[in-house]
């Protein structure tokens, strides 16, 4: 089964779904709130593939494992994670500037870091990895920017139309991304089976130590309670469609995109659960 038929078209739909979210206002918020949204960037762009490497090295993970979860940690935030902010009473403006923001600035950190990564596992592993850079930020931009600038075109001239279908799509995006995920699963079966504790552990760890990650930077820059909520659920929630993306169509390799497959699943599990304790406080 050739995956990338399914992999791009979820992709370019949450990624024009992103789009259709955006406005000015999203991106006057940054100058408005310009800590809250330096944090959350520091949080997705640096501590989050630095929690992600560390844990890969502690971990002693595979050079295709490596590889897979930095990707992950090395990719925007994921469309979702604006519900979820919502679902916590968290700063939606906040949550939609984060992951715009993200989105357009891993289109050029993402192959910087991974390039630096696949140098360390190489010489570490002794097993070659080539990173095609080029084709990287070219692929990133055709299948993130292109279709959120879309979006965002499309709900700045046709506001109604691109609501009515912003509310069709929003209902899809998750069965999307599960249903790409069992794709996968199906077609690597064995592996998953044979690696599913090591997977099921570094990706579980990766979600939660970035959860504390944006708490305790949240929480020493003293911000209100929504933003702190906010930034937690942005630097929880990666694209891992993205990830998949990448690892399929890039790196040609699907055992890469595993990580991110089981960061998928989790991901949602372990924020649902985060949402459901803050909506009990906050009653």
């Not at 890969?56 to 494992?65: E, G, T």
């Not at 870091?113 to 140098?119: E, T």
């Not at 700045?156 to 995920?181: C, D, N, Q, W, Y």
């Amino acid at each position: 089964m050739n995956t990338i038929w399914i992999v791009m078209p979820v992709l370019i739909i949450l990624m024009f779904l992103l789009g259709l979210d955006l406005n000015k206002k999203a991106f006057v918020d940054i100058a408005e709130n310009p800590k809250a949204v330096l944090l959350g960037m520091i949080g997705q762009i640096v501590v989050l593939p630095l929690v992600a490497f560390a844990l890969a090295w502690i971990l002693d993970l595979p050079p295709v494992y490596f590889m897979g979860l930095v990707l992950i940690a090395c990719c925007p935030g994921g469309t979702s994670s604006n519900v979820f902010s919502m679902l916590a009473k968290g700063d939606v403006a906040l949550s939609v500037t984060l992951t715009a923001l993200s989105s357009i600035l891993t289109l050029f950190t993402l192959p910087v870091i991974m390039s630096v990564v696949g140098g360390f596992v190489s010489d570490m592993s002794g097993v070659e990895i080539s990173l095609p850079v080029g084709k990287l930020l070219v692929q990133n931009i055709v299948l993130v920017f292109v279709p959120m600038m879309f979006g965002y075109a499309f709900m700045h001239f046709f506001p109604e139309t691109a609501s009515k279908v912003r509310k069709v799509l929003g209902k899809t995006a998750f069965p999307a991304l599960m249903i790409l995920a069992l794709t996968f699963f199906l077609q690597y079966p064995k592996e998953i089976a044979e690696n599913f504790g090591v997977l099921g552990l570094s990706a579980a760890l990766l979600i939660l130590l970035a959860m504390a990650c944006g708490s305790g930077l949240s929480r020493l820059a003293s911000l209100k309670q929504a933003a702190r909520r906010t930034i937690v659920i942005e630097v929880g929630m990666q694209n891992a469609a993205q990830a998949i993306m990448l690892a399929g169509v890039v790196f040609h390799s699907g055992e890469m995109a595993l990580p991110a497959i089981m960061y998928a699943l989790l991901m949602n599990i372990i924020l649902l659960t985060y949402v459901y304790i803050i909506r009990k406080k906050i009653k």
